[in-house]
């Protein structure tokens, strides 16, 4: 497997440095609001990583962290009139909420900054012992940024650059500009904890690299996060901790890319600020997940309701499949008839093609439009009817069902019963045009007693009356089925 590495800017070979075992470390929210569509596009595209890290055999050690002290907690806490704790616990507990309906992993181990001073503390220490940090007079503790040569690596500048544009804030006591925050002193009405420098918080970046120490050790694998992460927190992560233990920090850096709304930057200023449970008010947690798949994890996602609308179509499609796979397995009466050699070809090269592709750069994107020349390949067999009836249809259509369980397993999706799904995607659609299914179904119920009375006028007109709300009718040996348009 090759992933892009955001260090050498290359596609590299993915091998862990102990035989068979993946350290992982991922950069997790911060508990102050609700988790927006940028959040779930980094929690699917790292979760679908260790899903096929696993399913290929490997061992992992995942650590997601959250942040749950940080200037924006408190500036919440200050305007609810709560704990920057209880912030913290309320927003941590609203992201299990969403990624559970997402259908994200739990980490193996999810480390909380404030449960790790002692370990940031130490962290300090070492590099104040090494001349890599100093103390200010108010207690505040900066890393000496031009002290580490490799500084600006990962993320592509160079010193002079960003002296250019380095300001010293009102109140700050830097030996220079460019220096970062590792302890900042405590002020007013702000939480705070006991250190040799005085009483005080720890800065933003130190958490990770403390936390990614204790529990992976250096160097290790794989460090991920979105695109705006690379600069200055990972570059900071890195300098200061490769600074005090003098080894290599990671050996892997992934990014996912940007998410714009209706091609804008997402925030509240502009009024497009989208959080997971806005969409999960409309659309199925799968129907996301898939769109967040549907473009390669770095290229630049732009949310729009077309997309989404497109991604629910396309999902649809697959489970309306999966399920004529289960109705053609239930069939008895088999012919001596084989399926076309070449159909069963492109299967297995379907196939393969979709492993390929998640092996180059965890391409997700090329691999559904394989899952698509699968579905493609089982829609042309269950068109012929005398195809259909192959005695090689048992043999097939269980391989079928066994890629889209394996697929399934690492992508996230297409792992609910199909009948189940569709059920649920037509009552989210009449969600979405303020429609209650009882009445819906009430309308088909009438239509069946007045059919069977033949009463074909009446029942005409209950067919016109549905249509006209959106609904689709299929009168069949079985009944009636009907679907939103």
Partial sequence: MQIYDSFSRQKQKLVPLEDNFFKIYVCGITAYDYCHIGHARSAVVFDVLIRYLRFLGYKVLFVRNFTDIDDKIIKRAQQEGLSCEQIASKYIQAFYQDMDKLNVLRPDVEPKATEHIPEMIELVQVLLDKGYAYVTPIGDVYFRVKKFSAYGKLSGRNLEELQAGARIAVGEEKEDPLDFALWKSAKPGEPFWDSPWGKGRPGWHLEC?????KYLGMPFDLHGGGQDLIFPHHENERAQSEAAFGTTFVRYWMHNGFVQVNSEKMSKSLGNFITIRDIFQNYLPQVLRFFLLTKHYRSPLDYNQQGLNEAERSLKRIYQTLSQVLEALKGKKWKNINLPAEVKTEFEQSRTNFW?????????????????????????????????????????????????????????????????????LKKIQLKRKDIPI??????ISLREQVRKEKDFARADQLRSQLEQMGIEIQDTPHGTRWDVK
């Fill in 209 to 213: 690299s403390a936390m990614s120490k």
């Fill in 356 to 424: 390929d592709s998640l092996d180059d750069d965890l391409n997700t994107a090329r691999a559904l439009g394989f899952v698509f020349n699968v579905i493609r390949i089982v829609n042309f067999i269950l068109a012929d009817k005398t195809l259909r009836k192959s005695q090689e249809i048992p043999h097939f259509m269980t391989e079928v069902q066994d890629f889209f369980k394996q697929a399934g397993s690492v992508l996230g999706i297409f792992e609910q019963d199909p009948e189940e799904f569709l059920t649920e």
């Fill in 438 to 443: 009882d009445r819906v179904e009430e309308l």
